[in-house]
Each structure stands twice: as C-alpha cells, then as structure tokens.
C-alpha cells in the first residue's frame, strides 16, 4: 500500500566539501573516508530494509558474475568494499537495483531481470576487465595530464597517492569536475546520480561584487530570539531566522537543455583546471592561495536510497540537511569566509599529511580535532545517518541542530505485505490535521501550532529533559523549563494554560518546540475513562528489554507482560485497572509510559448518524405534499411550462399512490419511474434528485458529514430530531442509568445535545473528543450518547427507545 | 514520458558532440555531455542529472580497438524525463539501450559509421522509433538489422515483499487458470491449485507435496506481481477489529457495500450450501457447513477489482445490481421459508427490513471488536448473518483493510505457574459455537473427538472474566479456567510437545497461528497444554 507513509530513512552516504577558486575545483574533505565500507558493518545490524538491499545487490552481483571475472560471491563483494579504493572496481560495483526483488529462483519468465543484459560490476571499468580499462586509462584523454593519471586507483597501494584522496573508487579528480557546477545552479538544487548513489548538492557562489550576501542585511547577525526551527537549548542558528534573506536567483526555467552544458564543467574548464589548479595544489605554499578567493562551495551529500523511494529519501535530506546545513555554511561565509578559510587549513593538514604518509585514520582524527568544518561534517553524517538530532556548531557564536523530522504517528496498520515499522505510535489523533479540527477553528499549519486540546507527552523523564535545556541555556531555556514544570498528560495546553497562566499561545509554541526536537508528543489527554488497547502496532521483539525497563520503573507493579494482557481483552476504560483512587497517580505515569513506547494506543470511537428508511419516507411523504401544495398554490396550470406540467403530474401520481399508504405500491412502481427519471426535461430539479433516491428509499444510509449536510439530508436530520420521544417513559428509563442527573435534564439532554454534537457525528471526529472540545462532563456526554445508540461496552445493554439510536458507531485507534 | 532522446559521441576533431536527437532542436548541439566522455572513471555507469525540470539519464561506453581514431570510441545514448517523474523504469531502458548499441557497434560499427547528417539516418530513426513506442505503448520492437532488434517493454518495480510465513493464508486475486501454462515452474504449477484463501501455506506444501521452502518462494513470486492477497488462518475463536481505514473504506464507500454484499452473500455462492459433515460438527450452525464448500470455490472466484466471480454472474447479470436482491436476506426468526422468498417486496418491508442493507452491513462490521471472538460476534448477531458467508465476510474486511485480526501471543513470566483454581465458575452459554480449530489445519484430524466444553471454557473465561477488575494479568485469556478442561485433556492426549520445545515460542514473538502451525496442533490443544506449562503464561492480544 503506497499510502503508508514511511519513517525517514536517512540513506546516507557520505558527505563531500567541494570548493571551487581561481585555481579550480578541489575536493577538500568528505566524510567518511571510506564511505560503505563502515556503513555496510553498520547498517547490517539495522536490519530490514538494508539487510534485504545487501542481498538485492549480492544477487544482482551473482547475477553479473558471468561477464565479470571476480564478481562471483558475496564475500568477494565484501572484501573489494571494505579495500574500497584499491581498485578500479568499486562500491559502486553491482549495486543496481533495477529488479528489486524476489529471489533468483523465478520461476517464469516474467521477470523483469530476465530480459536485462549482464551488468558491469564497476564504476569505473566500463564493459571490460580492469586490465582493459587501465589500458584505456594510460593510454587515452588527451587532456588527463600527469597529475591526474597519477590518480589512478589502479596503480595500487604501491603509488603515493595517498588513500584519503579517491572516494568510493573514483579518484578526486573526478570528483572536482563532476561536483562542481556552473553559476546556473546558485542556490539551487544541484542533483547528480551515478549508478545507485545521488549525490545532492546546494551550491553557493560568490556574488559579482565579491561578496557572499547582500550588503544591506549584514546588520542582521543576531540570532532571533524566538522559536524558529532551532534546537532545544542551543543558540537558535542565525540563518534560521533569515531564510530567503537573498531573493533566490530565479532559475532560467525558458532555457533549453542544452544549458546544462554550463551546468558542468565542459573539457575545456576542466582542461583549464588541470592545466593551472593541479600545480597549485600539488606543491604551491600557502603564499599564493592567500590572494585565491573561493568562488563557489558546494557541499554534497551522497545518498543511495532505495530506487522505489528515490524522490522521497531525497526530498527529505535536501529540504531538512542539505539547504540548511549550505545555508549555516554560507552565512558564516559571509561573515567571517569561514568556508575558505577552513578549507584552506585542511587542505594544508592534507598535503601534509602526505608528505608524512600518515594513515588515513590519524590523519581524519587530527581533522576532526583541528578544524571546526572537518568536525561539523563529521557530526552530520555520524548523527543523521542514524537518524539523530545532529547538533552542530560552527564557530562558538553559531551553532545550528539539524534532523530529518521523524514519523511520530501513522494511522495505518501495516499487513503483511507491508514493510512495518513496528513500535511505531499508531493512532488517528493527529495533532495538527484539519480532520481534527471539524469547526477549523485553528491556524492549522503543521509543526507550527498544536491544537489547544491536546496534551503534551514527554518522551523522557522530566528531570533529564529539563537538565538538557539547563544544561545547553538557549533564551528559550527558562521558560522551557517552567512549562515543562508545569505540563501533564493529563491536562491539555488549554488547561494548562489556565491553571499555569502561561498563554495558550506560548504553551503551543513551546509544545510544538518540544514535539519538532523529539522531546514530546502531543496526544490527546489521557483520561482514566478512556479506553486504551494494546496497539496492534507495538513491537513485541522488545518485550524483553521493555520488560527489564518498565521493572526499574514501577518496581512494585504488574509487570509490563502483565500490563498488556491486562489491557487485551475486552476494552474497557482505563479506571476499571486502577486498583484504588491512591493508585491514580501511579497508573497514569503507567499508562503514560506504555503511550510512548507504542505499545498502547486509546481507542476512539467514531460515530455516524444512520437515517433508516422510516425516515426517509416522512421526509419523502412530506417533500412530495409541499410539492403538491405549491402546485395547487400556483393556482392556474396554464401558466406552467409543459414541462414542468407533466413532471408535476408524474409526481403527483407517485404521490398519489404512496399517500394511499400503501408502501409496496410505492413499491412496485418502483420499476415503472425509472424512465421518466431520465427524463431529460426535467426542471423540478428538486423533486427529481428525490425521485433518484426513490430506489434507495428502502435502505437506510449514512449521512456522510452532517455539517454540510445537503438539502435533502437537513431534511432527514430535521425528521429524526422530531422524533425524538420527550415523554417521561423514556426519560425514567435514562434515569435509571444515570441516577445523578435530574429527571428534567435527562429528558432534556439529547434534545439539547443535539445539535452541539452533531457536527463530530462525521464518522472521522472521535467522540472522547467532544468533553474536552466542548468542555462537557464526559459521564454526561457518554450518556447522552448511549442514549444515541452508541453502543462500548457492557452498558449499552439500557432499555433505549429505537427511535434515538441513530447512531452507528465503530472504535478504532 | 520520455521528453527526448539523445545520442552524443565523442568526436576526435570537435570533441564532444550530440550528433542526432528527438525531437529535432530539443538539445541544442553543445558539448555538455562532454561531461560524460571525459571522465573516464564514469564511464559504463548510469548517470543522472537533474536540470531545469529535467532529468537526464546516460549511460555512456567507451569502446577500445585499433580501428578507431585515437584507438577509442566513446558513445553516449541518453533519455530526457521531467524531473519529478518515477525515473525507476527507463533505467533498465537506458541500459539496454547502451547494451546494444555496444554490441552493435563492435559487430559492424554502427555507430562509428552512421555518417548522416543530424536528423537523419538508421541511429536518428531508431531514437525516435523508440521514443514514440515507449511513450504511446510502453514497449517497443524495432528491427535493426537481421540479427538484431531492439526489444524494450517498460516494467513498473514493485517493492520486495516479506518472506511468507508457514501460517500465512494466500489467495489468489485474478484466475490463475487465465494465465498459467504449462511452462511455469514445477512447483508453482503444484501449489497453484490449492491456493484457495482456506488453506496456510504449510498445508499448501503439504496436499502438493512440494518442498516447504520452494512453496514460500513461489508464492513469494505471486506476491511480488500483485496475485495474491495474504490473509490469516481463519476460524471461529479468532478475534477481527476494525482499523483506522474502516470510515474512509466500508463507512463510506457504498460501491463497496455492494461489492461486499455481493461477495458474501450466500445467494451467490457458487455451489449451494451442501455441508460436508465431515467438516462440521452436526450441532453447528448452517453457516460453518457453508464455509466448507465455499472455501474450494474461492481459488475459481477471483477477488478482482470487483469481487465478481464469473461462475456466479451466469446466474446474475453484473451489470445490473438491483439494490434489493444484491442485500443479503435477513435470517427468518423462526421460519425458515422466508429465506427462500425471491420477492423481498413484502408489506412489512419498511418496518422490519427483510435485508441486510449497507449500513447493516457496516454495523456488522463496527460490531466486530477487540476481545469478542467470531463466534461470540456470530452469537450476537446470528439472524442478520443467516444468509451471509461468515469466512468471506471477515476476509472481505481483511483484504480491503478496514478489519485486522487481532493475534495471540504467549509470553511466559518467571512466576511460577499458579495452581488451577477450582471451577469457579461455569462455561458461559456459548457452548453451541463451533469447535475452535475448526478451519484451522490441523483440527481436521482432532475434530471428530471435539467436545466443545474447552473451547468454550477459554472464551467463557475472558467473557466472566471482562467485568471484574481485580484479575489482573490473567484474566481475558483463560489460563485461569480451571479444572474441567485439564481434566478432560488428560484422558485423550496422544504426545505432549517438550515444554522446552514450547519455551521458545513463550517470548511474545510468536502469534498463536504460528505455535499451532508449526507444532501441528490445534489451538484449544495449545490453550490447554499452555496451561499445564510449569511457569505462568501470559497472553497478549495484539
């Protein structure tokens, strides 16, 4: 099912820092050094989607082992990725994925990998051997001088080149042409692809004057003091607060294709580069690079999400890393040339780290020590390739967190065709959709506002989360800290915000600040009438651990195994497992632990108004009297089109013979109507659209959403209301149920509920809303809904007049 | 849409130039894939680049051999896409496509010889010969020369599916007699027929007698192409609840009332209702018998896009649904000839409607919840369900998404096994329901020496059970029922599974069909022998 959303998967790679000078373009650091290899050792354990890719792509590579010499096992797969640079075939060897799929025991023909030629195994080889390719390396590219012939991966360990300067197979070189693009794509989204990997850059240059930013918004260095996408507790970055501060150069969209041509670099750039930067490079001191000036940095992530969800995976990295991790970068280009300056350091710490041939690994912990560029990189990728909050800062003054929002929530229940994601908090209360939201009353942008009646769920103990605000004393700390003081899971901001006196306002702010930075939850409020069930969803391969934690948490309580098969059989509210009014407390911050694991979720019920054909034919009766008393009250026909003349007529007729009462002669010219129906003349356009109901008189129907109800439906609604017995029988009856309401009131009750509730009776608007939305008793709320034919639980066995149940309702998270 | 395609070689004089494209201007002549040619290091990889809105794909070749100038030929044949289009499927595309004109190129230098001017020529007709074909039909055959022809077809990538599991109940979507020949693999064309949305895949294996792991990988196959649905091992203890879909699907969709109604009602089944009592304990209720025949006719009535099995449309033209014969009949209170009444049209129908309309049959469905088994929901709803087939009824809710079935999961604690209580209390009144693992597989054999009392003991428990708070985490599961069933085990079991064996099933990974799936017994047998498992046992439904 394509409609499941899924987590974000980070599909990271590696992360390259090109900057391009007058001398041309140079790979100055990327990270990992040796991208794949340590990801492989990684990732394997994750489980999943890696461990199937893995064997995706050893199959494909047995699948390609006839063509290529070497290719024909997985450990020779394994072994060339971890020697990674040595050697013209490389990670990028075999890892199509063009027939995602079954195991190569297919059996017809069917299969899309069938008709597909063998593949090559390597980036860099072309068709043939290596043999052949070292051939076409030496011997062609008229352009290649020395410098880059020397870059050969195939001259083995034996060269000088050191390790650090090729990535995944491919010598730098090519890395500088292929990464560093024409002026065409400033600020724009710069996407290549080879093979399976994307590589995604936001490319910055430096404007005509010289200048990385605009002059006239230089004065804006201080950091925003509110909420702005920043992270929890740290200095909200600065470039947060001034996004789109330079109008983006509009993309020449007019432009052929042939533009791209600019896009890359052509020969001759390159020509030019290798003609002048190599040298440059090679062996020129510090003395002439003093008076270079960076013209563009381009930093680019190397993703390989899977082919099926290549758009996703990439959208995700470049709108929540890539763009802001640029933006960061540019702005403190502009302020202090941080970039250039950084790069020229870790240049001058590589060269000479090559003149002293020292390991690659020495020479990346020196770079990660010694150069806050090196380190901030390093955090990236080691924090969002796990999917973490990455907390980076660039110089004492700036710092920036970074992250790919995780999923929170998902409504859907996987099958088991589905990829899950077990532990995964399944429920339909989401905090920021409209369907929430039936009187749209809220400013409904996402991650921005919260809906004032939810409640905030911490993911941490309080002491430890306001320890980390403390700790990091970002502005918004102490006020962070207060309200974190001040929340429970049991109130909503609302009332949180009248008992506290902090302003709803500040309380969604806050809350949704908490939410984005993976602190939080909003849920709706947790309330011992609730219902809650052991999700369907929760995962179950960690009991064991879960166990073990829930024991050092509640020491002297049912265990968590216990705990959710108390909570698996038959549902019923919470308060029904509290033991004891003094153990309220506890089995809330009980209940509130097994929320956040997932392993509970409420179930809500929804409900939906059922008109029955009873109704339906009042209504009908009625519709067709009015229309009949119109007709007469128009008086003299001949003032009538013809038209309408005989369509009156036939309504007439119709209702001529169902006012005889007689309902299977209604009935049974059922069948006879259906021509005039398509009458073509029709003007009655009214009489018409019921006589189309006509068929479906005799089957009774939902009312889909009662608050734009069309005209016919306000009619049944209309009809059912009147129904409704107000004679004191049925308010005994009630009574008897609900012994603390007056008998007037309860007679009243539904009557005057009616209306109030109608508009949640939409099927997608659950009912444990409707208390704390209209700020209502939900004993009386549940009452008045029982007696509107709700039926959860042992209590809707009450003696109930048929013509208030009109409900229909199902429960569901 | 292929937005153009375009051929570019690196030329030893001009360097690198597109020499033909489609449509004509589309690139203007530049040298920009020279990117492509000069990095040797990329050569023979998929490239891609996004610009413009566009994305381009090339996979450019660099071909050696004496006859060429410079010693090398290098070619490049790219496809241009809009950016945001799925690019998935023209990779393979792009791949052949440099395949072949590889392989052409080393025959008879084709490539290297087409001297035509842009526009023109064998290469330029063959890019747009392509282009057009791919774009209107999705494949393509151009013939080349007499040896070769281009063959290309498009095919969408479907996601991997899971490994299937033992317990697993697949069925078909389409009529598998349509398109399986008699080239198809041995094994698939073993298991096909006992595909039947009745049987797991362990008794699949076992009546085609066909390799347990070779069966999973074959149905494995049919999931990858969108054949079969997966469902669970239906039966009447299972517990079914409504998902987060039930509104926006079934609440909503009166299309799909009628496509349920038409499924499940027993009007349309294919063979009449003619009970192998072999199947059924005679006390059942008529509908269990009913699931027995309809269960082989479900592999021949294809859950298509809607639910229309052919054999059934010989008696009722699809094409028309009149609204009252398509609604299940209400089940006669005590007459039973009302149900074979062809006429619905009786002067009582507005007040005592004699059908199950579509918002009864939604209501039958938000009936169905956590903690309630099929049978106790039967129970409750016996008269409205008279003349609809139970089995296809769940799997209907099933395989559109709005019902999931709730599993059991055992989960042993440290605690010792607390001692059976007395019978405190008696079986509630359900024990007419049918026999527990009636459909499971491995109750066929065990059936004939049912009693119901067991089953009834274990749902009657969690029913008792439902109201009192106390009970903590035994209650709803029935290990608490005490005497009378373990008594009765006693005298008729044959072999107890090890309670080592069982331990590794005891974490809460392993949903009761798999336990009882793999240690081929039924689930009453496993309630049962649970209980007498030394350490207390816990059971989560989820």
Request: with cysteine; proline share 8%.
């Amino acid at each position: 099912m394509s409609s499941i959303a899924r987590p974000p998967d980070p599909c990271l790679v590696a992360i390259i820092l090109i900057v391009r000078s007058r001398t041309g373009p140079r790979l100055v650091f990327h990270y990992p050094p040796n991208p794949l290899s340590e990801n492989r050792i990684k990732t394997t354990t994750k489980g999943g989607r890696r461990v199937s890719r893995n064997r995706t792509r050893s199959k494909n590579t047995d699948s390609s082992s006839s063509s290529e010499s070497g290719l024909s096992s997985d450990e020779d797969e394994d072994e060339r990725e971890t020697q990674s640079h040595a050697g013209g075939s490389s990670v990028l060897a075999g890892r199509r994925a063009s027939n995602f799929g079954l195991d190569d025991h297919l059996p017809a023909a069917a299969s899309p990998a069938a008709g597909e030629p063998q593949r090559p195994g390597s980036l860099g080889s072309g068709r043939g051997s290596s043999a052949r390719k070292r051939a076409a390396a030496t011997e062609q590219d008229p352009e290649d001088d020395a410098g880059t012939a020397s870059d050969r991966p195939d001259d083995g360990p034996g060269s000088s080149r050191p390790p650090w300067e090729s990535l995944l197979g491919v010598p730098g070189s090519v890395w500088e042409k292929l990464l560093s693009p024409s002026r065409s794509w400033h600020k724009r989204r710069f996407e290549v692809g080879i093979n399976d990997l994307a590589l995604i850059g936001w490319p910055v240059f430096v404007r005509e004057d010289g200048s990385w930013r605009k002059q006239r918004r230089k004065k804006q260095k201080k950091p925003r003091a509110e909420w702005d996408g920043g992270e929890l507790g740290h200095n909200d970055s600065a470039e947060e607060g001034k996004k789109d501060e330079q109008p983006v150069t509009s993309p020449d969209l007019g432009a052929s294709v042939a533009s791209i041509a600019e896009s890359l670099t052509s020969p001759t750039d390159s020509k030019r580069g290798s003609g002048s930067g190599r040298p440059g490079k090679q062996d020129e001191s510090l003395d002439p690079e003093d008076k270079d000036h960076m013209t563009m940095f381009n930093v680019v992530f190397v993703v390989d999400p899977p082919l099926l969800e290549y758009s996703m995976r990439v959208k995700e990295i470049y709108e929540n890393i890539i763009k802001k991790f640029a933006k960061a970068l540019k702005w403190e280009q502009a302020r202090t040339d941080y970039v250039w300056k950084e790069s020229q350091h870790i240049l001058q710490m590589r060269r000479r780290a090559r003149e002293t041939k020292t390991s690659t690994n020495n020479l990346y912990s020196e770079l990660i020590s010694q150069s806050s560029l090196a380190r901030a990189i390093y955090t990236v990728y080691s924090s969002i390739s796990t999917s973490k909050i990455a907390s980076v800062s660039l110089s004492p003054d700036v710092s920036i967190s970074l992250q790919i929002p995780p999923l929170t929530s998902t409504p859907y229940l996987t099958g088991p065709m589905d990829k899950a994601y077990p532990g995964l908090w399944l429920t339909t209360a989401d905090s920021a959709t409209p369907v929430d939201d039936p009187s749209a009353d809220e400013n409904n942008t996402p991650h921005q506002v919260l809906a004032k009646h939810f409640a905030l769920l911490l993911l941490d103990s309080e002491a430890a989360i306001i320890k980390d605000v403390e700790a990091s004393g970002g502005a918004l700390a102490p006020a962070l800290t207060h309200y974190i003081r001040c929340s429970k899971p049991t109130k909503s901001f609302a009332q949180i915000s009248a008992s506290s006196g902090i302003p709803l306002s500040h309380i969604q702010m806050l809350s949704s600040h908490l939410v984005y930075w993976r602190r939080a939850r909003a849920i709706p409020p947790i309330h011992q009438r609730d219902t809650y069930i052991v999700s369907p969803n929760c995962d179950l391969s960690k009991l064991e651990i879960a166990t073990i934690a829930y024991q050092t948490a509640f020491p002297t309580y049912p265990s968590l195994p216990k705990m959710l098969s108390t909570l698996s059989g038959t549902p019923r509210p919470y308060s029904n497992f509290i033991p004891s009014k003094d153990h309220k407390e506890i089995y809330f911050t009980i209940l509130a632990w097994l929320l956040r694991g997932g392993w509970v979720t409420q179930l809500r019920t929804f409900a939906r108004i059922k008109v029955s054909p009873e109704i339906k034919m009042a209504v009908e009766m009625a519709l067709r009297k009015e229309e009949v008393e119109r007709y007469l009250s128009k008086g003299n026909p001949d003032s009538i089109s013809v038209d309408e003349d005989s369509d009156s007529g036939d309504a007439n007729d119709d209702t001529h013979s169902s006012s005889s009462s007689s309902l299977d002669s209604h009935g049974s010219g059922d069948e006879t109507p259906t021509a005039s129906r398509l009458d073509p003349h029709a003007r009655l356009r009214f009489s018409h659209k019921l006589l189309d109901q006509s068929t479906a008189l005799r089957l009774s129907s939902f009312i889909l959403s009662p608050h734009r109800a069309s005209p016919l439906e306000s009619r049944w609604l209309d009809e059912i209301f009147s129904r409704f017995p107000d004679d004191p029988r049925t308010a005994q009856g009630a009574e008897n149920a609900s012994p603390d309401v007056s008998p007037n009131d309860s007679q009243a009750l539904h009557k005057k509920y009616w209306p109030v509730f109608l508009k949640y009776f939409n099927g997608y608007d659950a009912m444990e809303k409707i208390p704390v939305r209209e700020n209502l008793k939900r004993k009386l709320v549940w009452q008045v809904l029982m007696r509107l034919g709700l039926t959860t639980g042992p209590l809707g066995a009450m003696d109930l007049d048929t013509r208030e149940q009109v409900l229909v309702s199902v429960r569901h998270w | 849409m292929i937005k153009a395609i375009f051929y570019s070689k690196f030329d030893t004089i001009e360097g690198p130039k597109v020499v033909h494209q489609v449509p004509d201007g589309a690139i203007v002549p530049s040298p920009q894939r020279a990117l492509t040619t000069t990095l040797p290091h990329l050569l023979g990889c998929l490239l891609l680049l996004c610009t413009n809105g566009y994305r381009i794909l090339g996979y450019p070749i660099c071909m050696k051999s004496v006859r060429y100038d410079r010693n090398e030929f290098i070619f490049n044949f790219c496809i241009v896409l809009a950016e945001e289009e799925d690019f998935s499927t023209y990779k393979s595309v792009v791949q052949k496509l440099a395949d072949l004109m590889h392989g052409l190129e080393e025959q008879n230098g084709f490539l290297s010889r087409d001297f035509s001017k842009s526009g023109e020529g064998k290469v330029y007709s063959l890019c747009e010969m392509l282009m057009e074909d791919l774009n209107n039909y999705c494949e393509c055959m151009i013939p080349i020369d007499e040896l070769n022809t281009l063959n290309i077809k498009l095919f969408p990538i479907y996601p991997s599916p899971p490994p299937v599991k033992a317990w697993q109940v697949p069925l078909f979507t389409l009529r598998y007699q349509a398109f399986m020949d008699e080239n198809w693999d041995l094994t698939m064309q073993r298991i096909v027929p006992h595909i039947n949305g009745v049987n797991s895949v362990r008794i699949i294996s076992v009546l085609a007698d066909t390799d347990f792991s070779l069966t999973c990988r074959a149905l494995r196959h049919l999931l990858y192409y969108g054949c079969l649905f997966i469902l669970d091992i239906f039966s009447f203890s299972a517990i079914y609840a409504p998902t987060a879909q039930f509104i926006p699907t079934i609440g909503s969709d009166e299309a799909m009332q009628l496509e349920c109604a038409r499924y499940i009602n027993l009007r349309f089944a294919p063979h009449p209702p003619t009970g192998p009592s072999s199947l059924s304990p005679p006390t059942l209720i008529p509908n269990p018998s009913a699931h027995g025949s309809t269960s082989d006719s479900t592999g021949t009535a294809p859950l298509s896009s809607s639910l229309t099995d052919p054999s059934s449309s010989l008696t009722r033209e699809e094409s028309r649904f009149d609204a009252e014969e398509i609604w299940p009949l209400l089940g006669a209170d005590e007459d039973p000839s009302t149900s074979t009444s062809t006429s619905p049209t009786t002067p009582n129908t507005l007040h005592k409607p004699a059908i199950v309309d579509g918002a009864a049959l939604v209501e039958l469905y938000a009936s169905l919840k956590q903690g309630q088994s099929v049978k106790q929901w039967y129970a409750a709803h016996s008269r409205s369900l008279a003349n609809i087939d139970i089995r296809r009824f769940i799997t209907f809710g099933v395989i559109k998404g709005f019902l999931y079935r709730v599993h059991k999961y055992a989960c042993a604690t440290s605690q010792p096994a607390p001692p059976p209580r007395a019978s405190s209390f008696t079986p509630t009144a359900l024990s007419s329901r049918g026999t527990t693992g009636n459909n499971t597989p491995y109750a066929v054999s065990s059936v004939s020496e049912d009693a119901p009392i067991s089953a009834a003991t274990r749902r009657g428990s969690s029913r008792e059970r439902a109201g009192s708070v106390v009970s903590g985490g035994r209650n709803g599961n029935g290990n608490g029922s005490g005497g009378p069933p373990s008594a009765f085990w006693e005298e008729e079991e044959q072999e107890e599974v090890g309670d080592e064996v069982l331990a590794k099933y005891l974490d809460g990974t392993h949903c009761f069909d798999q336990i009882c799936t793999e240690l081929e017994m039924s689930e009453r047998e496993l309630t049962a022998r649970l209980k007498r498992y030394p350490w207390e046992v816990l059971i989560i439904h989820r």
